[in-house]
């Protein structure tokens, strides 16, 4: 059976700090959760945090200026489509992006300065960006 498809009008939030994405020891030590976004990801042979800028431990390997979008969720895991109508709008766009997923929803990170062609781009695929209000460009 073919998985249903969708392409939403989905909400998305500007969240209100910068971040960034950082490269950790696999054994650690880990910084403690904090800020309005932190992920911890711990493969094999790699460990990534993405996190408020300001809580990249020191001497971390990181690339920071990213602000991040959030989708409002939850989606059902059985929903198809739904990252991919906000990705591919950015792609065709030359939007590059970092994604992560949570269990209920997603989160896409863009580089700061993309920021205005990102808005631009997700309000022309039908989507709504709500936080944007002080944001440099919006």
Known sequence: MAAWKVSPS????L?????AV???PIGGPFP????????????????SLVC???LVPEGARAQRGWVALKLHGPFEFSLTGI???VLNPLRDAGVGIFALSTFNTDYVLVARNQLPATLT?????????LGTENAAGA
């Open 10 to 13: 989905l909400s998305l939030s």
């Open 15 to 19: 969240l209100p700090a910068g971040f």
């Open 22 to 24: 950082a490269q950790l």
């Open 32 to 47: 403690a959760p904090g800020g309005s976004l932190f992920s911890l990801t711990l493969a094999a042979d790699e460990c």
């Open 52 to 54: 408020e800028e300001h």
């Open 83 to 85: 990252l991919a109508s």
């Open 121 to 129: 781009t997700l309000r022309n695929a039908g989507h709504t960006v």
